[in-house]
């Protein structure tokens, strides 16, 4: 684990954007700088910090977790699902196949939790016994793990609107995906979520619950998108979590080792995504560094060894070399 010191030293320095000239058309994302280049993308995760649907500062060594972890995650469920993965020239590069993405965003979950207005455990507290279509028992309490996992699908939003509910008779009724393909869907996404859940408990970790993204390769459907990362998937730390039976507003939340970390501490500083955001503080940036470089060392097992600096060189100088021997 790199030091607090040394990440304080790195803040600024965080990759905030990349220019690849020569590489295709730019396609910039919240937290990727994304070019189109000869049938393939070139994916620059950058450490831009994506919260409320706006990007609100960087955090150093982020994208290369985030790109690596993911990598990492697509080798170890390469059986259960093809992944759109060519090559990771660089710490914060993949080059990856073109797809044709889903036009549904699968999220599956295995404790009931969240406290936002659409989130699983505010609907069962409003009432709602089936919501995403699946019933639910009575009896559950806040962040309860739930008899079996679940699929809650959504659309992809666009624009800034905010994605909308669907259930699997949607999905097939509206012909967003057809039977047969939904179906191969929900198999491949519990299965990698089993897997996920496996590795998490090696490493004293809880997974909650993550968002996946699916497109078709060749007429075969693959995994695209990073999986498994503390920004696409919710993490407890096991020996903080207590099942909270009838005591729900007595026990504390268990230790969050994901992006709610950010999002909580915006929120507790006053900002839920309108007006002007309060800027993170750099002991607080490196604070996070070390959490996302955790994540990233206890799941894998490996140490994390940051590629050097200046990344925007080293990533032209990488990827040159990628395209010589390419």
């Known amino acids: 684990m790199l030091n607090h010191e ?3 030293r790195a803040v600024p320095n965080a990759l905030e954007s990349v220019d690849l000239s020569g ?35 960087a ?23 093809t992944n759109h993965v060519i090559a990771v020239p660089d710490p914060n590069v993949t080059i990856a196949r073109s797809a044709e993405t889903l036009p549904v965003e699968v999220i599956v979950r295995g404790y ?20 995403y279509g699946i019933t ?24 800034g609107a905010h994605d909308q509910r669907l259930t699997r008779d949607e999905i097939i009724g509206q012909r967003l995906v057809d039977k047969v393909l939904w179906t191969q869907v929900e198999e491949a996404a519990l299965a990698i979520f089993a897997r996920g859940q496996e590795v998490a408990q090696k490493a004293g970790l809880l997974l909650v619950d993550t968002k996946y993204e699916f497109g078709m390769i060749d007429g075969k459907l693959a995994i ?10 919710r993490y407890w730390v096991a020996d903080t979590y207590h099942q909270q039976g009838n005591e729900t507003s007595f026990l504390r939340e268990p230790e969050n080792f994901d992006k709610e970390t950010l999002r909580m501490w915006f929120v507790e500083h006053g900002y839920r995504g309108e ?7 750099d002991d607080f940036v490196a604070y996070m560094a070390e959490r996302y470089i955790t994540a990233y ?29 390419d």
């Open 6 to 8: 040394y990440l304080l």
């Open 23 to 57: 590489y295709g058309e730019k396609i910039t994302g919240k937290v990727r700088d994304i070019y189109a280049h000869n049938e393939q993308y070139i994916l620059i995760t950058t450490d831009r910090v994506s919260a409320f649907d706006r990007v609100l500062g």
């Open 59 to 81: 955090i150093p060594f982020k994208g290369q977790v985030l790109n690596q972890l993911s990598a990492w995650w697509f080798e170890q469920t390469a059986d259960i699902v």
């Open 112 to 131: 009931i939790t969240g406290v936002t207005s659409t989130s699983l455990w505010t609907l069962y507290e409003q009432g709602d016994r089936q919501p």
């Open 136 to 159: 639910l028992p009575d009896g559950l309490q806040k962040n309860d793990p739930l008899p079996t996992p679940i699929i809650t699908p959504t659309t992809k939003a666009t624009g």
């Open 224 to 233: 695209i998108d990073e999986i498994h990362t503390p920004d696409s998937s």
């Open 275 to 281: 007006g002007t955001a309060p800027q993170m503080p």
């Open 297 to 325: 060392e206890r799941l894998t097992g490996q140490i994390f060894v940051p590629g050097e600096l200046p990344a925007q060189e080293r990533i032209v100088r990488n990827m040159e070399t990628y395209k010589r021997q």
